[in-house]
């Protein structure tokens, strides 16, 4: 196989990856005329493109965040459905990142490139699941790629909150979730845990959970944090942006502990320096068992990698006999930071 086989059609432009024979860009970081979005993340998912393709989920996610998802068109894609565009033939399946996410499937002249967009394979109730496409080439994000990172159970880390409310039953936990994705999977992991009360939400969630519920994933009684009898909810659990929770928007609730759902939360310095009292390790990305299985697994022979911590995934990608590369794309980074 040629080295450059996939560089004729499919490479990084100053806006991203472009797939020329499609004429489209894939999560572009500027205004482009065709862009195939992944997902809803304000890093991937941008305003000011004419034309956009992406799952009915993730215009969703784009509509209510951005206000329009395209200036002149959007088109939906259902998962496995395929799109011919010229010579291209284009598929959506599962990332199982967050609701809507999508790896682009695209076929062209015998050879299919899988662009991953930010995915994880471990179980997440509010999303499909990650589908391995097998492949010739794989593009990878890599946020948490480092053999440290490994998330564990979240249901784990669900139990520790649960078990720290019943131990200070007169505190208020305020738990900093990021608001697409993360929010309404801890909201239904503490569910599916049979937490069946009132669950209080930050202002900046209540758009995205909404929008879930729509889409039919069920997240329970939810109701605003902030009211006019000014409760200081004792006992309660109540969910904010990560940059409210060490915030005097949290001064309000009873002898407040916070906590931080993030896969960051395995660095115990990331949680002290937030001011976070009860950290919980669960992660919408990848950890670096699974960014490694999805390198081996589809049978690439190619891996590129769009944005993260690239050195260690590149080293291990060509200790397996493949071919990596760093695209460095810009204008990338995790929602969490
Ligand atoms: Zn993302
Ligand atoms: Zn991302």
Redesign the pocket.
Known sequence: MKSDRFETWLSADGRGLYCRPGGFHIDPSGAVERAIIT?G?S??ARSGHDYVLATKETLGVMELRLGSAARRGTQALAYGETLKIGDVSVKLVPAG??LG?AQVVIDYKGARAVIS??YKRASDPTCAPFELVPCDLFVTEATFALPVFRHGNAKDEIAKLLKSRSLFPERTHVVGAYGL?KSQRVIKLLRDAGYERPIYLHGALAGCCALYETFGVKLGELKPATDAKCNKLPGEIVLAPPSAISDRWSRRFADPLTAFASGWMRVRARGRQQGVELPLVIS?HADWDELTAAIEEPGAAEIWVTHGREDALLYHIESTGRRGRALALIGRED?DQ
Do not use: I, P
């Open positions: 997902h993340h890093d991937h990142h967050v996410s967009g930010d994705g919408d929602e």
